[in-house]
């Protein structure tokens, strides 16, 4: 049997490290199940400009609208295009509104703390709305003025300045709502013990704010009698909790244990996604996947690299780790599992990518290509 993977390559360092992932995605799953992987490769970035004129051709997004399962390496920012963003043209087009990044730590890295093996978390972020929407306008323009001019006299908002830059923070309560529902159905399916929704609804009551209250409000209506919360535990049920953003931001580095996975508004789980990853020192090793309700799309989440790209030096681990969860997602967890261990085998080995080197006492340094050789034989 084949299952058909679109994949887009990427730019700088994305042809080497597919080179060098791919062969141990395809090993690690026919060690596991007679499923094959059929990779048709879908044009975007920069090589898509080079071959049509355009970094996004529409053949691409059909493809993708039409899919259930893909991959992408690192997409540049392309120039002078009209597209701000081709990562963000992506999740908008295909409504990617799931951003799950799964947080863990590597045996033999140094990290900046001392119990790096207590974090163990997936991180849902909404990946829709928030400040993210792009409706913002510059300090002074004709269109904050008006914007400004409007919000005083028709809403009484006077305390802001008529020269101030503004932006809108949409919030919806579906918006949430299936983001939430999402995190909810993950850690029930994986019996994870807590859900913490992570918001700063003390200050921004009724965006924030709401989507504690309607993150409440779905686990009772939806998965009342799976789920319990901290007035009231109740043994062998989901812990529903929820934390202000900064608070949490201690409590992951105090407390990392007591927390399992986290729902959050768009810009807190982008910082959380980061911090966290490098609380485990794993930035370079982090996998992500974006998701609409059809479509789950892997990604690594480090960007080009461009001063390294083309010298067999970059870390192809991130991608091989979404190759991982992308055998999870396809209901092959051996596989999956293979994969992460082969990874932690090469790290204790200290045979590593540069950038993984610098984090590990008394590393050797090898190229990508060998990296791989190494994972794919770790196997
Ligand atoms: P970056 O992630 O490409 O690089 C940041 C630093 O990490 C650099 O020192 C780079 O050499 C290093 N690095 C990144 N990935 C690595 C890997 N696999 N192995 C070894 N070292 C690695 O971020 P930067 O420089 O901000 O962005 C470069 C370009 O990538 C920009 O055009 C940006 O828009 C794009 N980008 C794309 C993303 C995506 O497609 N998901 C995400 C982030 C940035």
């Keep these: 049997m084949r299952k058909k993977i679109y994949w887009i390559e990427g730019d700088g360092i ?7 992932a791919r062969p141990v995605i395809n090993a690690a799953l026919a060690k596991e199940s007679d499923l094959a992987l059929e990779w048709i490769e879908l044009p975007a970035g920069e090589k898509a400009q080079a071959e049509t004129g355009t970094p996004l051709p529409q053949a691409t997004l ?22 701000r963003s ?5 999740r908008q087009g295909l409504d990617l509104y799931a951003c799950i990044r799964p947080i863990r730590y590597f045996y033999g890295l140094e990290t900046p703390v001392k119990h790096p093996e207590r974090v ?13 929407a792009g409706i913002e306008f510059a300090a002074g323009s004709r269109e904050s003025r008006k914007l400004i001019a409007f919000l005083r006299e028709e809403l009484g908002a006077g305390k802001i300045h008529e020269t101030a830059a503004v932006g809108i923070k949409p919030m919806t309560e579906n918006g949430s709502k299936r983001l939430i529902r999402r995190a909810l159905r993950f850690a029930l399916d994986n019996r994870q013990e807590s859900l913490t929704l992570v918001h700063k609804g003390n200050i921004m009551k009724f965006t924030e704010g709401a989507f504690r209250q309607w993150g409440y409000d779905l686990a009772a209506r939806e998965f009342g009698t799976e789920t319990c919360t901290e007035k009231n535990p109740q043994p062998g049920k989901l812990l529903i909790k929820d934390r202000i953003a900064d608070a949490m931001f201690q409590e992951v ?23 966290l990853a490098a609380q485990v020192g794993g930035l370079g090793l982090a996998p992500g996947v974006n998701m ?3 479509l789950a799309f892997f990604e690594a989440t480090h960007g080009t690299a461009p001063t390294i790209a083309g010298q067999d030096r970059a870390n192809p681990g991130s991608v091989i780790l979404c190759g ?11 596989a999956a599992a293979r994969i992460c ?3 932690e085998k090469a790290i204790a080995a200290k045979k590593v990518t540069e950038d993984l080197a610098a984090q590990i006492p008394g590393a050797k340094t090898v190229g990508c290509a060998a990296f791989g050789d190494i994972i794919g034989e770790n196997l």
Excluded: C
């Design 14 to 20: 994305g042809p080497e490290i597919w080179r060098a």
């Design 62 to 83: 059909q493809a993708l609208l039409n899919a259930d399962i893909a991959m992408k390496g690192p997409l540049g920012t392309p120039i002078g295009t009209g597209i």
């Design 86 to 90: 081709l990562n963000v043209a992506l």
């Design 120 to 132: 163990n978390m997936v991180i849902f972020r909404e990946n829709m709305e928030d400040v993210y």
């Design 253 to 275: 580095l105090l407390k990392p244990e007591q927390y399992h996975v986290l729902a959050t508004p768009n810009l807190n789980g982008d910082y959380l996604s980061d911090a």
């Design 292 to 294: 609409s309700d059809k």
């Design 324 to 334: 991982a969860l992308l055998l999870e997602h396809m209901g092959v967890p051996a």
């Design 341 to 343: 261990a082969s990874v």
